[in-house]
């Protein structure tokens, strides 16, 4: 069984940073993408950065140029660093990460239990 645990939110007013962390425990054969994800009150969850196994990452418009995400395979862990914050990043934040089962080579998603991020001044 693979578990996800997030930290690192909390509450921070505009303009300030926080850095999400997400490791993923179990017996984990490999790894593929690596995500964050956010969803905020009355919205869709919406994809806010993600990095595949070769490092190539990909972030929505919004986040471009504020986030970072990295990721170390031997910690199994994938980070996000936030920068500029504005309310409107307020959301719970789930990371997501893309399990590969061994002689299948196919990926099952697994999904953290989110940490919320409120950026209020």
């Known amino acids: 069984q693979v578990q996800v645990v997030e930290s690192g939110g909390g509450l921070v007013q505009p303009g300030g940073s926080l850095r999400l962390s997400c490791t993923a425990s179990?017996?984990?054969?490999?790894?593929?993408?690596m995500g964050w994800y956010r969803q905020a009150p009355g919205k869709q969850r919406e994809l806010v950065a993600e990095?595949?196994?070769?490092?190539?990452?990909n972030y929505v418009d919004s986040a471009k140029g504020r986030f970072t995400i990295s990721r170390d395979d031997a910690k199994k862990s994938v980070h996000l660093h936030m920068n500029s914050l504005k309310p409107e990043d307020t959301a719970v934040y789930y990371c997501?990460?893309?399990?590969?089962?061994?002689?299948?080579?196919?990926?099952?998603?697994?999904w953290g239990q989110g940490t919320q991020v409120t950026v209020a001044s």
């Open positions: 997501n990460v893309a399990v590969v089962r061994p002689l299948t080579w196919n990926e099952y998603h697994v």
């Open positions: 179990g017996t984990i054969y490999s790894i593929n993408t």
């Open positions: 990095v595949t196994s070769g490092a190539s990452t």
